[in-house]
């Protein structure tokens, strides 16, 4: 009989402070956020091992500016798929994930089967991308571009909302 993975911890009013500082400053020092939420930094060092562990926090990263690298073109992209087979759609999958021009990918219900994001310097490096991605691939039936005009809000943070059932 194989064990079950130890369900999460419910987070509490403690994790849901301590994540709301994190998402708006990964680097805030431990002592800071203990200041902030009244609990000790060694306190709040094991409840952020405990969020990573549990996949809570799933990465500590900068957020970059993708113009101030010179990827200033931001593109969303719908793309419809000719089969839905759990073999090519996974195929599909893979082939997004790996291409460095995708920061996002969304496989979505509707007309579209894909929503990625993706982060060009030039239109041309699009079009090479398109020829890649979706011309060169037999399972793509048809994309739809959109360029984004302006970056009126980015950001990955989530709405960390109390819920009746935490503690």
Same mark, same amino acid.
């Given at each position: 009989m194989a064990l079950s993975p130890r369900s999460p911890a419910p987070l509490d009013r403690f994790d849901l402070a301590i994540l709301a500082i994190l998402q708006r400053d990964n680097a805030t020092p431990q002592r800071a956020i203990g200041e +902030?939420?009244?609990?000790? +930094? #060694? +306190?709040v060092q094991r409840r952020i091992k405990r969020m990573e562990e549990e996949g809570v926090i799933q990465a500590n990263v900068a957020v970059v500016d993708p113009a101030k690298v010179g990827q200033p073109i931001t593109i969303f992209v719908e793309v419809e798929m000719e089969s839905e087979h759990a073999r090519l759609i996974d195929a599909a999958k893979r082939q997004f994930? @790996? @291409? #460095?021009e995708v920061q996002q990918c969304y496989y979505v219900t509707g007309e579209a089967d894909f929503i990625l994001i993706v982060v060009v310097p030039t239109m041309a490096a699009y079009e090479a991308l398109t020829r890649r991605l979706f011309f060169g691939n037999n399972n793509v039936k048809r994309f739809r571009t959109f360029v984004a005009m302006d970056r009126v809000k980015v950001g990955l943070a989530v709405p960390l909302l109390p819920d009746h059932n935490r503690v």
């Open positions: +902030a939420v009244n609990l000790s +930094a #060694p +306190a994930t @790996a @291409a #460095p």
